[in-house]
Each structure stands twice: as C-alpha cells, then as structure tokens.
C-alpha cells in the first residue's frame, strides 16, 4: 500500500486538474448508515426502500400530502435530520486540505450529508443533491432549508414551501429515485470528467448510474503521442489522458473493468490522511 500511496501523492503533485468523486464509503466512517450493506437501512427495513421509491410520484401527486409525510415525527425522512447533524471524518478533512493546498480542484459527491462542506470544501457539487437545501421544481433555484419555518408553514397550512422567486413548489434537494438528476449538476460534473487529468475515486461502489459513467467519460479522453517503433520510425498512438485513482474497501467494476489505473484497498478515512502526508513530504524534498 505505501508504494500506492506514494504514486498516488506523485500524481496529485503532477496534475493540472485533480477531482474527487465520493460515495458511501465516505459518510460511513462518520456513522451514517449506508442503504444496501448488511446493516443498511433498507436492508433493515426494506418498508423504508418502497417509500423512497415511490416518493417522486406521491410528491409529484401531491406537494402538500408528501411535505407533511416529510415531516411527520417517525417516518422514513426523519432519517435525513439526523443524518444532518453529523460530523465529518479524517477522510473528508484530508480532501479538505487537499483543496487548501490548491491540489484538488472540486469534489463531485453523490452523499446528501454536507460532510465535505463541513469539513471545509469549498468546490462541490452534490451530484444527487444535499439535505441542507431545497429545489425549486419549477425553475431550479435552491435555498438553504434554514430559511423556511417548515414546522410553521405546517402548522398555518402553508404547505408545500414556495419558491421566492417563482413561486413554484420547493422540494428537499435530494436527488429522488426516478427524479433526473438536475441539469446544471450534470453537465457541470460531466464538463469536470473531461477536463480532469487525475480523478480519485473514494469509497464509492460504481455502480448508481449517471454518476458511474463520469469515470468511463473520462478514461475515454484521449491524447495523440509520438512513440518510437524498433525500425527507428516514429508512430502516433492514443493514451488515457487522466489517471483514475480508486480508494476502497473493495475492488469495485471500476477495477475489473480496467477503468481505474489502479485501487488503494482500504478504507477513506486511514488511506486519505496518509496521502495527505505524502504528498506534504513529497513537496519538501
């Protein structure tokens, strides 16, 4: 592992543009549960995996029913307050101080938690939204949920929470099952993906699509370069240009597709630290 670390911190100090793109595997070094593991939450309750997959509907049926389920003591979105109030990890500390450093240069997240916020990322695009905002579904616009009296507009009959400008119907700015993901958070994060020369990948499975073709994007980037044949002739020949860096548990399609250039197994909050040393070290020698 030292020697993947050490050519991963190479790499970062060699880039133009590096990314982060993050999955579960970062929130849950901060005790947040993930949904499908052994002891997710739809694994425990898979009760709570039908209402998340019928909730876009209901909302689109009805604004003002599914706003009182929301925030309805008990029920399955009642999950998400808490998961607001947690903290971020050394995993989500180490990005931090890769941006500070001027190394990393934007974190695409498909986590809801505000972690990477929290931790001091500036650059992020919450790819399937964040608990801490809503959307406008008629014009996009979003707001910082402290905004609204929510339990107030519940209680005056006030429901569903408007738009301040359009006065289109607000909803939680988490991406919903069904839901497209909003479009200037897609092509930001694609135009990301082909600009990128260094992508690092941490603890996500790669498997929740759109977000998992941003990977396969960029590894289809190419560049032409001369090499030099044993007849002493130069030929042209194309090459990936950005190096995909994976920080995980486990090998993911990432890896068995060949798409990464290779895998640091292990978990985001021990390996990201040290890379973080390593490059440090690597800058004072």
Avoid at 242 to 265: F, K
Wanted: glycine share 8%.
């Amino acid at each position: 592992m030292d020697d993947l670390i050490e050519r991963a911190a190479k790499g970062l100090l060699n880039s133009q543009y590096a990314i982060a793109l993050t999955g579960a595997g970062m929130s849950t070094e901060s005790g947040i549960p993930d949904f499908r593991g052994p002891n997710g939450i739809w694994t425990i309750n898979p009760d709570a995996e039908r209402d998340a997959y019928e909730a876009y509907d209901k909302l689109l049926r009805d604004p003002k029913a599914h706003w009182e389920e929301i925030l309805t003591p008990g029920s399955f979105f009642g999950l998400f307050e808490d998961i607001a109030k947690s903290s971020p990890n050394p995993g989500h500390y180490a990005l931090a101080e890769l941006e500070k450093m001027g190394i990393l240069k934007l974190v695409i997240t498909q986590n809801v938690d505000g972690l990477h916020q929290k931790a001091g990322n500036q650059n992020v695009i919450e790819y399937h939204g964040g608990l801490l905002k809503l959307r406008c579904m008629s014009c996009g616009s979003r707001f910082d949920r402290e905004k609204f009296n929510l339990e107030e507009l519940k209680k005056d009959n006030q429901l569903p929470p408007r738009c301040q400008g359009c006065k289109g119907v607000l909803k939680p700015d988490g991406v919903y099952f069904t839901e497209p993901i909003p479009g200037d958070v897609y092509h930001r994060s694609l135009e990301a993906a082909l600009k990128c020369d260094l992508m690092l990948i941490c603890g996500t499975s790669a498997v929740i699509y759109p977000f998992a073709q941003l990977p396969r994007v960029a590894k289809e980037h190419k560049f032409e370069k001369k090499r030099k044949s044993e007849f002493g002739l130069y030929a042209d020949e194309t090459a990936s240009a950005v190096t995909i860096i994976e920080v995980n548990a486990e090998p993911t399609p990432l890896t068995d597709e060949n798409i990464s250039d290779y895998l640091i197994q292990g978990r985001t909050a021990h390996v990201l630290p040290r890379l973080v040393e390593e490059v440090k070290k690597l800058e004072n020698r």
